[in-house]
């Protein structure tokens, strides 16, 4: 071994030391906090990450290219173009349609139906591409969008569906892809909370013309930040690579096609589209080229946390709806999600101070109804209906923690605190009607 593997060696094993030792994020019942997340990386990573630095190669290169390449393969996707966060993987899917390279592009003032029930960047990129997001209500058991709703949304004004597979539950994928067929839609999936998550066997973000997917910190995996958007389509890919970086040829597995074509301009700097700069690094390749192969088991731990909550509080369901997974599908619980029923006798904040003061995080769902908030008081947009549904998640909903790393310990916690909460609130009312059957 020369010196500098010794010397690699020797921070390898540093790494490993300082993360058995101080990487334990263990529910302790002696001080008993549950967070929303925890990471789900460790000394691989962090030494893939180090490793990759010393390299000094540490901008977009040849661990992004092969990272690329494992993700689509995981993903049943012929291509996939990494990007510096899931919000990026959104804008560049949106831009790449909304290209005038693109076959029927998008052009402003086509209208876009969206989820009212989703993020912030999953509908500013169709704002900034002045397309019309035109917001459509959720089931309240899936927490999708209500197919009924969505098919009643489509006017000859409608170019595309922008859907979420909300906290990791997919959506209806056969209905939607043949109403899009039917109609002539683009459909762009927002996979950024539901990495591994499967339609029918078949997983999300490979049925549509685009997915999207995130890899920030709280995700099933994690680049620290990140994304990727995958599509089957070689023309978009290309147009995804060169809007990501630049707008240059550099980066099209077709660039050599430009060098020939532009002999006069220098073949390093041969701008053939508008552009960012939204490229991920090599030290997040690197990162997520040790992670992916974990996704599957920590997927494991998330769905046997959500059965858990489930069996352990279908007691409670007079008062509370709990998201159904999808009949043929794979939930990835990115969360475990609570929507008061009108008959609690309590409200949203009441239960979370209580949960948050037991040391348990918890969150709203999503961001509730994007069509609520201030910024779209600004912009064009429409709703499709009143968005009763999505209202009633934005008041009444919550998240509870349910991740990799939620034990059977921490799952006891949560629901003994939830069982304290609702001892003291309906005391001497029943609980459910099959608890007293
Ligand atoms: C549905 C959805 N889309 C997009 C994003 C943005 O992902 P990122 O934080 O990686 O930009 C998120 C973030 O959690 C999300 O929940």
Request: charged share 25%; proline share 5%.
């Amino acid at each position: 071994m020369d010196k500098k593997e010794q010397l690699l060696k020797n921070i390898k094993d540093n790494i490993k030391e300082y993360c058995d030792t101080y990487f334990d994020f263990s529910f302790k019942s002696d001080k008993p906090t549950v967070h929303l997340h925890e990471p789900t990386f460790g000394s691989d990573e962090i030494f893939a990450a180090v490793d990759t630095m010393l390299s000094t190669y540490v901008t977009m290169g040849k661990k992004v290219k092969a990272f690329e390449k494992q993700y689509a393969t995981y993903n049943h996707t012929k291509y996939g173009v990494m990007s510096n966060s899931g919000s990026s993987a959104n804008l560049l899917a949106v831009a790449a349609l909304a290209n005038p390279v693109t076959p029927n592009y998008l052009k402003p003032g086509d209208e876009v139906l969206v989820p009212a029930l989703s993020w912030s960047t999953t509908v500013w990129p169709l704002i900034q591409y002045n397309l019309i997001p035109v917001f459509v209500d959720c089931d309240l058991d899936s927490l999708n969008m209500d197919l009924n709703k969505l098919e009643q949304a489509i006017t000859p004004k409608t170019r595309a569906i922008k859907l979420v597979h909300v906290y990791g539950n997919p959506c209806l994928m056969h209905d939607i892809m043949a109403l899009a067929k039917k109609h002539n839609l683009f459909v762009i999936e927002d996979c950024c909370e539901a990495m591994g998550s499967q339609y029918d066997g078949k997983p999300v973000g490979s049925f549509g013309d685009v997915g999207n997917f995130s890899f920030f910190f709280s995700h099933h995996i994690t680049t620290l930040e990140g994304g990727i958007t995958v599509t089957n389509n070689f023309e978009l890919t290309e147009t995804l690579r060169i809007l990501r970086a630049h707008g240059w040829s550099r980066e099209a597995d077709e660039h050599q096609k430009y060098v020939e074509k532009y002999p006069h301009i220098d073949p390093r700097f041969i701008f053939i589209n508008l552009g960012y700069n939204l490229r991920p690094t090599e030290v997040q390749a690197a990162m997520g080229e040790k992670q992916l192969p974990k996704l599957d088991a920590l997927i494991d731990n998330r769905r046997k946390a959500a059965s858990y909550f489930l069996s352990r509080l279908a007691k409670y369901q007079d008062f509370f709806r709990f998201q159904k997974e999808t009949p043929k599908g794979k939930n990835v619980w990115f969360g475990f999600s609570f929507i008061l029923k009108p008959e609690a006798p309590f409200t949203v904040k009441e239960i979370t101070a209580f949960i948050q003061r037991h040391g348990i995080e918890t969150r709203p769902i999503i961001a509730g109804n994007m069509a609520r908030h201030p910024a779209l008081e600004m912009y064009k947009h429409r709703n499709a209906d009143e968005l009763l549904n999505a209202d009633t998640v934005m008041n009444s909903g919550f998240a509870l923690p349910c991740h990799h790393d939620v034990s059977e310990s921490s799952c006891e916690y949560i629901v003994h605190v939830i069982d304290l909460f609702m001892n003291e609130k309906i005391k001497g009312q029943k609980t459910t009607k099959a608890a007293t059957a």
